[in-house]
């Protein structure tokens, strides 16, 4: 009795795993022909994906490097350093709202299919945007051998911030990409706060020039976070964030998951007739 059941949780595992695997490999297709359909009919291709983080690195970093001698923002740190290892994650999560707010009409031919996973297509633009976020960083990290700061990059909080990065950004991408199906003034309200949120976290602004009172309350964006840790992977600043900005960024989290369920189960049946 007791070797068939080990034999059936055997088998049980197996299965989750190879349905795990599947999932993986689809969403992976589905992510690189969402790429691909974005360089569609255009002469240079694949380039693209290449050129357009290439460029916009490029030109932050030649605008605050050579043109403008803008003054250090973090001891020892070169500004250009300091202002895109602040501005990339931003870039990541503005492109992956700004683009997948809308993903379940673009991919409406998928949700009709009774068979298909529809909890993968935000997935799929969160995974097709974070392969132009992994260039732009390896281009960033390109910067800091130049500015001979590469012995500052913390490679394990890089790694724990990308973390942070698909799962806040993707919880966030999914709840707002299902109310969009459902309300369409969630886009241009998606639009809207990515214009003002980046006056809330300090991108383009540094946090030490805060007024004492009111330094926590930048803490109270789950971005603040990622932007913090993100900037502290890349040797730019003294902490990986406050205590108080891990605890919000958990806390935000955790609401997003709890939304993201209920909000699926009860959306969920209704999506095919809606689009």
């Known amino acids: 009795m007791e070797a068939g059941e080990t034999l059936g949780r055997r088998a049980g595992l197996i299965r989750i795993r190879e349905i795990f695997k599947e999932r993986m490999s689809l969403l992976w297709d589905l992510a690189v022909n969402d790429l691909r359909r974005a360089q569609k009919d255009t002469v240079l291709g694949w380039g693209w994906t290449f050129i357009r983080p290439a460029i916009s690195v490029a030109v932050y970093y030649a605008v605050f490097s050579l043109f403008f001698a803008m003054p250090e923002q973090s001891p020892g740190v070169p500004y250009s350093i300091w202002f895109l290892?602040?501005?990339?994650?931003?870039?990541?999560?503005?492109?992956?709202?700004?683009?997948?707010?809308?993903?379940?009409?673009?991919?409406?031919?998928?949700?009709?299919?009774?068979?298909?996973?529809?909890?993968?297509i935000p997935p799929i633009r969160l995974t097709s945007?974070?392969?132009?976020?992994v260039l732009c960083v390896v281009l960033l990290g390109a910067a800091c051998v130049?500015?001979?700061?590469?012995?500052?990059?913390?490679?394990?909080?890089?790694?724990?911030?990308?973390?942070?990065?698909?799962?806040y950004t993707g919880m966030r991408l999914f709840v707002s990409a299902l109310l969009a199906a459902f309300m369409k003034d969630m886009e241009g309200l998606t639009a809207i706060s990515l214009q003002a949120g980046i006056w809330a976290v300090p991108v383009l602004w540094n946090i030490k020039k805060v007024p004492r009172k009111f330094a926590a309350l930048p803490?109270?964006?789950?971005?603040?976070?990622?932007?913090?840790?993100?900037?502290y992977a890349?040797?730019?600043?003294?902490?990986?964030?406050s205590g108080l900005s891990f605890a919000v960024f958990r806390a935000a989290c955790?609401?997003?998951?709890?939304?993201?369920?209920?909000?699926y189960r009860r959306l969920r049946m209704h999506l095919p007739d809606v689009l």
């Not at 999560?93 to 809308?102: D, F, I, K």
């Open 85 to 120: 290892s602040g501005m990339l994650p931003w870039l990541f999560y503005a492109e992956c709202l700004g683009t997948g707010v809308s993903c379940f009409s673009e991919y409406g031919y998928l949700v009709r299919k009774i068979c298909f996973p529809v909890y993968l």
């Open 129 to 133: 945007t974070f392969i132009m976020h």
């Open 146 to 167: 130049f500015e001979n700061h590469f012995m500052q990059i913390r490679l394990v909080w890089l790694l724990y911030v990308c973390v942070c990065e698909l799962i």
């Open 219 to 231: 803490a109270f964006n789950p971005m603040y976070h990622i932007v913090q840790c993100f900037r």
């Open 234 to 241: 890349f040797g730019c600043e003294g902490s990986p964030g």
């Open 254 to 263: 955790g609401v997003l998951l709890l939304l993201c369920v209920l909000l």
